[in-house]
């Protein structure tokens, strides 16, 4: 089985680096459906202080209608996750790995071709996010 998590660094600070995979998702079709600043709900709710670390939920409404069409089940995994969290002076961006959550919770159900898909996309997107070089054209 593949790793559950891809992951890059990058110098900007968390605004930016959000920025610019949002820009990236966006040429890739992805849309980010929702932002949670885990950081600040544990602040509110427990009065922890930690750095910042957002979970973005992001989906791709081609590859995941082409995911349900193949199983309803697939909904257990939509939408697709990427932290970002600021580690000393650089920020890491993880996405989880498509292709490692159907092999390990939905295996059989002919979904690696889209989760192959989905994960070359997310993984070009965190890759271009972190570098800050626009893919080719």
Do not use: N, W
Not at 25 to 47: A, M, Q, T
Not at 84 to 104: F, H, K, W, Y
């Amino acid at each position: 089985m593949t790793e559950l998590a891809y992951s890059r660094e990058t110098p900007d600070d968390l605004e930016r680096a959000e920025a610019r995979l949002e820009a990236e998702l966006k040429l890739r079709g992805f849309g980010i459906l929702s932002v949670i600043p885990i950081h600040r709900i544990l602040k509110e709710k427990l009065g922890l202080d930690r750095p910042p670390l957002v979970i973005l939920e992001v989906c791709s409404p081609k590859q995941a209608s082409e995911a349900l069409e193949r199983s309803v089940e697939a909904s257990l995994l939509l939408p697709c996750k990427i932290v970002l969290t600021r580690e000393g002076d650089r920020t890491r961006l993880m996405v989880q790995r498509p292709v490692s959550m159907i092999q390990a919770m939905l295996p059989g159900r002919s979904l690696e071709t889209v989760a192959r898909e989905s994960e070359r996309d997310l993984m070009a997107a965190v890759d271009a996010a972190a570098t800050g070089v626009p893919p080719p054209a």
